[in-house]
């Protein structure tokens, strides 16, 4: 008995559809829609995760060098 080894064609899996590394049968415009997409997702997520890290950092160099919890309290 030798045991065989099935390959699923186009799937949901992590290489199938668009983002694939293939390039074969595209055009310039659909890879430059690519490009663009994954670099404006990449932008997003720094922007959201970077915004208040930022806030803070200007927050400490600013002249009257406040405190920590001065700058992360409402009051």
Same mark, same amino acid.
């Given at each position: 008995m030798a045991s065989r080894v099935a390959l699923k064609v186009g799937g949901k899996g992590k290489n199938s559809g668009? !983002?694939?590394r293939g390039g #074969? !049968?595209?055009s310039?415009? #659909?890879?430059?829609?690519e490009w663009t997409d994954w670099?404006?997702?990449k932008a997003?997520?720094?922007a959201h995760y970077g915004f208040i890290p930022?806030?803070?950092v200007i927050g400490m160099n600013s002249d009257p060098k406040p405190q920590l919890y001065q700058?992360?309290?409402p009051v």
């Open positions: 668009k !983002g694939g #074969e !049968g595209k310039r415009t #659909e890879c430059l829609k670099s404006l997702h997003k997520v720094i930022l806030i803070i700058l992360l309290s």
